[in-house]
């Protein structure tokens, strides 16, 4: 499996996560390329034992596999990408999308203080090519919106647009069917399936990231590819409900035990 790099913006400084393959990236929020070098290029470190010293302290008590890291912070870092597609002039062609992309920018700025240069847009209406929402943009937002996060900050993906589903061919699917989004260029590159998604934006998460997904499209309910479900009725009360097959088939085994 490839392994992603993280490489610093050669302008702003900003953590950028490279992709498998790329050999430069360019930062969402001062738009400066950073070219990479070829990682093969760099030396392995030295397999080497090192000198043991007889004066050296002894090794601290490793903590407990058990044991749970500190609380993170209650204020940390704001970040956001925002999508809007209305497909204008196809026969996708949606209302409104745009503008509620524009609605919550507003909300997240003026109700949840997030600095405007945080907020990354993605709209057929943005001039810089970088943030029309086409395939390849959309995964470079979803990239970003994740990069180096640390305990405490607070992410937010919102996506309002076409969504869609394709058929499930690894077996981790419920119904048999992969959730997708469907960005600007889909027709001709293809979706983002909720597989890449979760790989993207969920899994890399550290503990005490918090990550808010708010997705306005078909079939977006397991978009993220999580674990479980939660349904809420009219009285607003939950129910959970375990997603991947095998959490099922192990819900599901649970009174035959007994």
Not at 134 to 154: E, F
């Given at each position: 499996m490839a392994t992603l790099m993280l490489v610093n913006c050669s302008n702003c400084r900003t953590p950028l996560q490279l992709p498998p393959g790329a050999r430069s990236i360019r930062c969402a929020l001062c738009h400066a390329v950073t070219n990479v070098a070829d990682p093969r290029s760099v030396p392995p470190p030295s397999s080497a034992p090192q000198p043991h010293s007889s004066s050296a302290p002894p090794p601290a008590n490793l903590p407990s596999p058990y044991q749970q890291p500190p609380p993170p912070s209650s204020h940390g870092r704001k970040r956001a990408v925002i999508c809007g597609i209305s497909y204008r002039y196809s026969r996708h062609e949606l209302k409104g999308c745009i503008n509620d992309a524009k609605c919550m920018r507003y909300l997240l700025i003026n109700k949840f203080s997030f600095p405007p240069d945080s907020i990354l847009m993605l709209t057929e209406e943005e001039t810089d090519p970088?943030?029309?929402?086409?395939?390849?943009?959309?995964?470079?937002?979803?990239?970003?919106?994740?990069?180096?996060?640390?305990?405490?900050?607070?992410?937010?993906?919102?996506?309002?647009g076409h969504g869609s589903r394709q058929r499930n061919y690894n077996g981790d699917e419920v119904d048999g069917y992969d959730e997708t989004l469907c960005p600007l260029d889909f027709e001709t590159q293809g979706m983002i399936v909720d597989d890449e998604i979760n790989a993207t934006i969920v899994r890399p998460l550290p503990h005490g990231v918090k990550l808010h997904a708010i997705i306005d499209a078909c079939h977006s309910g397991t978009v993220l590819d999580l674990p479980f479900l939660c349904r809420m009725n009219r009285i607003g009360s939950r129910t959970h409900f375990g997603h991947a097959v095998r959490m099922y088939s192990h819900i599901l085994s649970i009174p035959l035990l007994f």
């Open positions: 970088y943030r029309i929402p086409t395939k390849h943009n959309l995964r470079m937002a979803l990239y970003w919106l994740v990069q180096g996060c640390q305990p405490g900050d607070s992410l937010l993906f919102h996506y309002s």
